[in-house]
């Protein structure tokens, strides 16, 4: 069975930007939005970026794995209608990685999803779903 449904590939497919939230060794949260590619294969989202092992959330994942993961979106405001996804797992901080895209550092993050929270994705589901993955 695959990690992800057939519907939440397809919508994280059609959007580039998801947010990170990470917890520092002090304890503090830091959310940041950023970029990211599915490996629909292996079940994992991989985030990456310009000097990545320079940034916060890469030393965080790497003093702590745990991370939430959230793309979400309006599909319209008239009537109001969001959809979106939230993916908590594990994390690993690598080096020497493929980058998702040619202008990044070879400095990942890459997600292990364990649980999935999804409202908006499934057609004629309503409300949101969530389930164990990991």
Do not use: C
Request: charged residues 20%.
């Amino acid at each position: 069975m695959s990690v992800f449904t057939q519907a939440e590939l397809d919508y994280l497919a059609s959007q580039r930007l998801g947010r990170l939230a990470t917890v520092a060794p002090s304890g503090m949260p830091q959310n940041n939005p950023v970029g990211f590619a599915v490996d629909a294969a292996a079940g994992t989202i991989d985030i990456g970026g310009w000097n990545m092992a320079a940034s916060q959330k890469f030393r965080n994942v790497r003093a702590n794995g745990r991370v939430a993961f959230v793309v979400d979106d309006l599909v319209t405001v008239q009537p109001w209608v969001v959809r979106g996804l939230e993916i908590r797992g594990r994390a690993e901080a690598l080096t020497d990685a493929e980058p998702p895209q040619p202008f990044m550092s070879g400095e990942i993050i890459r997600i292990h999803p364990e649980r999935i929270f999804g409202w908006g994705i499934e057609p004629g589901r309503e409300g949101m779903y969530r389930r164990d993955v990991g």
